[in-house]
C-alpha cells in the first residue's frame, strides 16, 4: 500500500547493508558471517508467495537454528504472515519480537547515520500494518512516535554515502509517512485534534500525495468541519498522487450540500482544481533549475550530418540518450515523438534523441521500423561526456546553452514535464 514508498533507494541500500554480512566484517566489528546462511535468507525473501516464503524460512531454520540473522528471521516472517492472517495477537507478537531483535542488531552493526533510519523503518512498518487493521493501535502508535523522534534526529546528522539535499529530502519523505500513519491511528482512536495535528505537518512535508491529503480530508469531516473537507478532498483528487476514494466523499458532500445540482457542481470544481493542481506543478517543476554549463559536442545523424551544440545556441535543446536494447527507453519514445510533433514547427527548439548503441546498425531500422521521425543521432562519447549511467536521460539545455532540467529514467508523466520545462525556457 501507501507505506511501501516511504524508503527512498537512500534508505533501503541503509537497511540491506546493514543486515549483511559484509557490513558486518566490513566494520571489523565481529567475524564475518556465514555467506551461505545469508545467501539462502536471500532466496527465501524472494519467494512472492507468503506460505512458500514461511516454508523456506522453516527449513533455514531447521538447518541453521543458531543462526546469527535472527532479526531478518522475524522480518521475514512477520512480513509474510500479515499478507494472510487474521489472528493480530499473534501477528503483534512477531512484530514485537522483530522490532527488539533488530534494535539489538543495529547497535553492533549500524554506524550512528544509519542507526536512527534503520530502526525508524522497522518501528513504521510495525505501526503501519496495526493502523491499517486496526487493532493494537496504542501500541502502534508508540512505535510510530517513536520512529518520528528518531526521524527528527536523524534530521540533524548526515550521511557520507549521499548528499545533503539527497539526505534531507529522503528524511522529509519518510517523516511525512510516519506523520500519516499517526494521523490514521489518532482518526481510529477518535483524537481528532491529534490526527489533524500530524496530518497537516505531513501535507506541509508532501503536499502532492493524494492519500495523506484524504486522510486530512475524513479528519476534518469528523470534526464537522464540511468546507474545509471539502477544500482538501478536491486537492486529494487532483494532486500528482491522488486519491480516488476522495470521489466518493465528495460525491457525497456535493449531493449533501447543493442537492440535484451536486453533480454537475463537483464536476465544474474538480476541472478548476485539476487545472490549479496542474499550474502548481508546472511551476514547482520549472522553478527547480540546474544551472550548469552544457559541455559542447558533436553528433552525427542517421543521414551522415554533424550537429554541435554550439551550433544551437538561441534554441532550446532536448537531449536524450536511449539504446534500443533498453525497455524503458522504448516505452518512452512514442512521448518523444508527440512532442517532437508538437514542435516539429518551432524556430527556437531543437531535440536531439542520440542513440548509445554499441551495435549502430540496429539504430535506423528500430527507428523506421515504428515510424519515427524525430532527429535520431548516434553519440556514445557524448553519454560519456555527460555521465550518463543510466537511460533513458533527458536532458533541457536552455538558449545560452545552460543544463537547466535532468530527468533520468521513463516517468509516465515525462511528456507533462518536458512540455513544462521547454515552455519556461522558451
Not at 558533436?298 to 544551437?312: E, P, R
Request: charged share 25%; proline share 4%.
Amino acid at each position: 500500500m501507501y507505506l511501501t514508498r516511504i524508503f527512498t533507494s537512500l534508505f533501503t541500500v541503509i537497511v540491506i547493508g546493514a543486515c549483511s554480512p559484509d557490513s558486518v566484517s566490513g566494520q571489523g566489528r565481529k567475524p564475518a558471517l556465514p555467506q551461505d546462511q545469508w545467501a539462502m535468507l536471500q532466496a527465501a525473501a524472494q519467494i512472492k508467495d507468503a506460505h512458500g516464503r514461511l516454508l523456506a524460512v522453516e527449513e533455514f531454520l531447521r538447518q541453521y537454528p543458531e543462526t546469527p540473522f535472527r532479526a531478518n528471521v522475524y522480518r521475514l516472517q512477520f512480513m509474510s504472515h500479515r499478507e494472510f492472517t487474521e489472528d493480530d495477537d499473534f501477528l503483534w507478537q512477531l512484530g514485537t519480537k522483530y522490532v527488539d531483535a533488530f534494535t539489538r542488531l543495529t547497535d553492533d552493526v549500524s554506524e550512528r547515520h544509519e542507526k536512527n533510519p534503520l530502526l525508524a523503518n522497522m518501528y513504521s512498518e510495525v505501526a503501519f500494518e496495526f493502523s491499517h487493521r486496526g487493532s493494537h493501535l496504542d501500541g502502534a502508535l508508540g512505535y510510530a512516535i517513536q520512529a518520528l523522534a528518531l526521524m527528527d534526529e536523524a534530521a540533524t546528522l548526515q550521511s557520507p554515502k549521499v548528499s545533503e539535499e539527497q539526505w534531507s529530502k529522503g528524511i522529509d519523505t519518510f517523516r511525512a509517512q510516519i506523520l500519516n500513519t499517526i494521523g490514521g491511528i489518532q482518526y481510529q482512536r477518535q483524537a481528532y485534534s491529534e490526527a489533524e495535528t500530524a496530518l497537516s505537518d505531513a501535507v506541509a512535508l508532501l503536499p502532492d500525495e493524494g492519500p495523506i491529503l484524504y486522510h486530512l480530508g475524513q479528519t476534518y469531516m469528523a470534526l464537522k468541519r464540511e468546507d474545509e473537507a471539502l477544500a482538501i478532498l478536491l486537492e486529494a483528487a487532483t494532486a500528482a498522487q491522488p486519491a480516488p476514494q476522495a470521489l466518493v466523499d465528495l460525491r457525497g458532500l456535493y449531493e449533501k450540500k447543493h442537492g440535484k445540482e451536486g453533480a454537475s457542481r463537483l464536476e465544474k470544481d474538480l476541472e478548476l482544481a485539476e487545472a490549479n493542481a496542474r499550474e502548481a506543478r508546472a511551476l514547482k517543476v520549472t522553478g527547480n533549475r540546474l544551472n550548469i554549463v552544457a559541455k559542447d559536442f558533436t553528433v552525427t545523424g542517421l543521414d551522415g550530418s554533424l550537429v554541435s551544440l554550439s551550433d544551437l545556441r538561441g534554441k532550446v535543446v532536448v537531449l536524450n540518450f536511449w539504446a534500443t536494447w533498453c525497455p524503458p527507453c522504448r516505452k518512452e519514445m512514442p512521448v518523444l515523438e508527440d512532442l517532437w510533433n508538437q514542435y516539429d514547427d518551432s524556430e527556437d527548439v531543437m531535440f536531439l534523441v542520440v542513440s548509445v548503441d554499441k551495435d549502430s546498425e540496429k539504430v535506423e531500422p528500430y527507428i523506421s521500423e515504428n515510424g519515427y521521425t524525430f532527429p535520431v543521432f548516434y553519440g556514445s562519447v557524448t553519454a560519456q561526456l555527460y555521465n550518463i549511467i543510466s537511460i533513458p536521460t533527458t536532458l533541457v539545455i536552455d538558449k545560452q546553452g545552460i543544463v537547466q532540467y535532468k530527468h533520468a529514467g521513463y516517468r509516465p508523466e515525462i511528456k507533462d514535464l518536458l512540455t513544462w520545462e521547454v515552455e519556461a525556457l522558451r
